[in-house]
């Protein structure tokens, strides 16, 4: 307990070393862009493969669990959406991206912290978390949420995939329309607002992990899996606070 | 010329400086010698403010240190460079990204300037042609270089080594000596180098601290550390074969 009010009070301390103007606005717009590249233009292919897959699956899935005459056919694309919309594009994709994001960011400023990359910064004067976390924070910030509107499409997209090779049951006609039922825009909305809490997230508990390093290489794997898991641990409590707040 | 009164740095009961006072002098290659583990490294990171002293006083040209206020800190800090021991290159730039990164920072040139500067520094380290190579991509000695050039590179009146020549082969050792006290006697900085290296001892000791067990053993020069007369500082020395052929060939020569 002790030991977690003291993560959080220098988690703090870093937020509002971060969370400062820019020392020099050119070097932070050219970081941004680089940042905006490493960390979400190069996470795009593996959002939409996994949004297509999944989108199928669910579809798949769907259909198979409710054969009952009862239920009209459209159902199954309409349940497909509402999943995809509210939770798999923005929950589950950005624990996915907190795996592949937030290892990468604790281990890039883990890397430099042992060897007195960090220190070096300190020395010239320049602030080094500004420096550094800035640009990720607010990079993957601009960035996750369009990540996440493609996996929106793309998932659907899998999921009218599946109604094409499933037949049976399930047919294109009656997909297309379920996933027109009842459109609710706000669900979009509250999906984007929750990725950039995520992103927020994802990047400074990464940063901070790897910031706060102190040894050599294998402390720097350490913070980097210790990132991965804080992340995703916030994300799911952040997912519930946010369904709260937002929905009910 | 930076002094350093009554420095005392514990951790956590383990006193490691223990009344550290010294004067380092401008325009000379000031030396802290010491076996590993003396203290030298915390000894440069109190001075340079990476870590904090328990008690004593900084002075930077009688401006104290300690007790500046961050706008102060910050001008200060632009006044000095830091040669870390292994090398501290940034390895997502290239050399002369690494070099132009605290011109970019502060410097008010325009970017064509920035980069004569840089080039300028790469070429006074004599790094020509590696300009574009990553830090992954060079040798340790070039890597070396280019640290120096980028601590150069806004003209810093104090300059800090950390073992500036540790992993490296005898002879580009004693080029970064030679380069290191080249630079300092030129821009009159002072420079302050942490060292266990004989010859960077007899090359450019100009002003020699030693310390054991987190004390100031002794101060002196290269010229009359040979013949100091304390116990500790002859131990540590002719603990060194070169050292030890070096004062035979001296005795031998005064009795013949
Ligand atoms: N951050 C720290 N926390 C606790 N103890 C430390 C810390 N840094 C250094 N020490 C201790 O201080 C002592 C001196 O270490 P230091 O690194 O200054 O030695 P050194 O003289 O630079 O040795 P070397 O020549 O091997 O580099 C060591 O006993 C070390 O364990
Ligand atoms: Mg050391």
């Known amino acids: 307990m002790k030991e977690a009010l003291y993560q959080l009070g220098e988690y703090m301390l870093l937020m509002r070393k971060t969370l400062s103007i820019p020392d020099r606005w050119s070097m932070f717009f050219r970081q941004l862009i680089k940042e905006i590249y490493k960390l979400g233009v190069d996470s795009l292919w593996i959002v939409v493969i996994i949004s297509i897959f999944i989108g199928t699956v669910i579809a798949v899935q769907i259909s198979l669990n409710i054969q009952s005459p009862l239920i009209p056919k459209f159902t199954i694309g309409y349940t497909t959406r509402e999943i995809i919309l509210l939770e798999f594009s923005s929950s589950i994709m950005c624990l996915i991206l907190a795996g592949k994001v937030g290892s990468n960011i604790a281990s890039e400023i883990g890397t430099m912290r042992v060897t007195e990359q960090i220190d070096a910064m300190e020395i010239m004067g320049v602030n080094s978390a500004n420096f550094l976390i800035l640009p990720k924070t607010v990079g993957l910030m601009l960035f996750i949420p369009v990540l996440v509107i493609f996996s929106m499409f793309t998932g659907i997209l899998g999921g009218v995939l599946a109604s094409y090779i499933m037949g049976g049951g399930m047919t294109p006609s009656a997909f297309e329309f379920g996933i027109q039922y009842y459109f609710n825009a706000f669900y979009v909305e509250y999906s984007i607002i929750k990725s950039v809490v995520y992103a927020y997230i994802i990047s400074t508990t990464s940063a901070y992990f790897g910031y706060n390093v102190k040894g050599g290489a294998l402390e720097v794997g350490k913070a980097s899996t210790s990132a991965v898991v804080m992340s995703s641990v916030m994300i799911l409590l952040a997912d519930v606070i946010l369904t709260h707040l937002l929905l009910t | ?256």
């Open chain 2, 1 to 256: 010329m930076v002094e350093v009164k009554h420095i005392v740095k514990t951790f956590e009961g383990h006193t490691v400086l223990n009344d550290i006072s010294a004067v380092f002098e401008e325009g000379k290659t000031n030396l802290i010698i010491g076996r590993s583990g003396s203290g030298k490294t915390v000894l440069i990171k109190n001075i340079i403010g990476l870590m904090r002293p328990d008690s004593g006083r900084i002075l930077y040209d009688d401006r104290d240190f300690i007790s500046m206020d961050k706008p102060e800190l910050n001008r200060l800090r632009r006044e000095m460079g830091m040669l870390f021991q292994g090398s501290a290159l940034f390895d997502s730039m290239t050399v002369l990204e690494n070099v132009m990164f605290p011109l970019n920072m502060f410097s008010h040139e325009s970017s064509k300037e920035r980069e004569k500067r840089a080039m300028f520094c790469l070429d006074r380290v004599n790094l020509p042609g590696a300009e574009h190579l990553f830090p992954s991509e060079i040798s340790g000695g070039m890597m070396k270089r280019a640290a120096i050039a980028r601590t150069i590179a806004l003209n810093p009146q104090y300059l800090f080594c950390d073992e500036p020549n540790s992993g490296l082969d005898p002879k580009t050792a004693l080029m970064i000596d030679d380069l290191i006290h080249g630079i300092t006697t030129e821009y009159k900085m002072t420079t302050v180098i942490n060292t266990h290296d004989m010859n960077s001892v007899l090359n450019i000791g100009d002003n020699i601290v030693f310390i054991q067990d987190g004390r100031k053993e002794w101060q002196g020069t290269k010229s009359n550390i040979m013949d100091s007369g304390n116990k500790a500082l002859n131990d540590f020395l002719y603990a060194s074969d070169l050292f030890r052929k070096v004062k035979e060939a001296e005795t031998t020569m005064e009795e013949g």
